[in-house]
């Protein structure tokens, strides 16, 4: 069914009004309907449509319209941390999926406003700030020029979500321990790594908490929707079946996807808890389980508050659940125990990026970078991609870069970069 702007920003004030019946709590948002394309472009530019230009904006921009062309897959919504915050709707979206799309966001704006990984991200302030980071971007440009800048930002780009886990200000992204202790970046290079590392620090929590705060809008997206009226019953049906699609879809993995799909996970996350929660308050307690006084909704509202997908895994999955959603099978070495303790470390997206600690800024006393990569069995670093990252590395480091991992030790410098079995300590290019 087509619908009129005056029907969405009519069902968009109930959508709203509907989610804070239920408790919700969103920033105020101003909807926007835009084109495939123009998605693309906001999806390259993680709904910040004020940030400084890099040509791999525009690659990505092009791969996701090519991927909603050939496969039919993409954004059907995007929403803003910002407070008042903006959201976009694709204009070719029935009303069906407009609907479920805009009370989704209000799930995903009440998640922002309250999960505490989000308390630094200044949301009031992040369009303003991101449009100052452009316009000085623009002016290193027009100074140092625009190849010099670009390999600059490509070069900070690549090591950009490189950190320990679990990073805080007293354990620095490696990004920053470049722009601060490097020794031979020009002023106007450290610059553009603080505005670098600044823009990414808004954009971690969002990777912290990926599959939280996808599946906190899609548990709450049709309850938002069944408070709404005015919806035709052939509408709520569709919606129902769009639901059912986004929420309750398993991963095809035999064709390569990645087993925790994000609404799926987090959705069921947050329905067994609550139902266990509710159990519990009922006064049925299986032996040697702990209460602490709360109804299954009321533990929702605290897990999103408090809450990242790692700590969540490691607090609140269970084997059954995790049986349920084929993330665990009895194939895998050690078993439920094993799984249990290394599964939280790569749950989410923060955790498919390596897990980095800087353990030297100063090797052999002539300012060799030494790194340390935290890895298991399950996360081996791709060698060719290894390889590119160090090089980019080095690239700003400008001495020599050393990796150690469980297996190889990389070391990087202006001949290329070179890898070392590690048990063999002779070869090592260490003291």
């Not at 929403?79 to 799309?101: F, I, K, M, T």
């Not at 670098?196 to 938002?224: C, H, M, R």
């Not at 090797?363 to 991609?385: C, P, S, T, V």
């Not at 190889?408 to 001949?415: G, N, P, S």
């Amino acid at each position: 069914m087509r619908w009129t702007l005056a029907t969405l920003r009519d069902f968009g004030e109930r959508i709203e009004d509907a989610a804070r019946g239920l408790g919700l709590d969103p920033y105020p948002v101003r909807f926007e309907i835009i084109s495939p394309r123009e998605m693309a472009e906001e999806e390259a530019l993680l709904a910040m449509p004020t940030r400084y230009s890099h040509w791999s904006f525009g690659k990505a921009a092009d791969l996701s319209e090519t991927a909603r062309g050939f496969f039919g897959f993409g954004a059907a919504e995007i929403v803003a941390n910002a407070n008042p915050s903006r959201a976009v709707l694709l204009d070719d979206n029935p009303l069906e999926l407009q609907l479920l799309v805009m009370a989704h966001v209000m799930g995903h704006l009440d998640f922002f406003h309250h999960n505490r990984h989000f308390r630094e991200t200044q949301p009031e302030t992040v369009l303003d700030r991101m449009a100052a980071n452009r316009r000085r971007v623009g002016e290193i440009r027009r100074a140092m020029g625009e190849r010099a800048v670009e390999r600059v930002l490509s070069a900070a780009h690549t090591i950009r979500f490189a950190r320990p886990f679990p990073s805080s200000k007293n354990r620095p992204s490696l990004l920053r321990i470049v722009s601060e202790q490097g020794r031979d970046l020009a002023d106007w290079e450290r610059e553009l790594l603080r505005l670098v590392d600044e823009e990414t620090e808004y954009f971690v929590p969002q990777l912290e908490t990926k599959v939280l705060n996808e599946g906190w809008a899609s548990y709450w997206q049709l309850k938002i929707l069944e408070r709404v009226s005015g919806i035709e019953d052939r509408i709520r049906d569709a919606m129902r079946i769009a639901h059912a699609g986004i929420a309750l879809r398993f991963p095809n993995t035999e064709e390569g996807e990645n087993p925790i799909q994000p609404y799926l996970v987090g959705f069921r996350l947050f329905q067994d808890i609550e139902c266990r929660w509710d159990r519990k308050a009922s006064g049925i307690l299986q032996q040697g389980e702990l209460w602490d006084g709360l109804t299954g909704r009321e533990k929702l509202f605290l897990v999103r508050k408090v809450e990242s997908d790692a700590s969540a895994a490691a607090n609140y999955l269970t084997e059954p659940l995790a049986r349920h959603l084929l993330l665990f099978s009895d194939g895998i070495e050690g078993g439920w125990p094993a799984f249990a303790e290394f599964f939280p470390k790569m749950f989410g997206l923060l955790g498919s990026f390596p897990q980095l600690e800087t353990v030297s800024t100063n090797l052999r006393n002539q300012g060799w970078l030494l790194l340390e990569h935290f890895g298991d069995e399950f996360r081996e670093l791709d060698a060719d991609d290894t390889r590119w990252t160090l090089m980019h590395l080095f690239s700003l480091w400008r001495r020599p870069v050393v990796l150690r991992t469980g297996k190889w030790v990389y070391a990087a410098d202006a001949e290329g970069v070179k890898i070392f079995d590690a048990e063999k300590s002779q070869q090592l290019p260490l003291p």
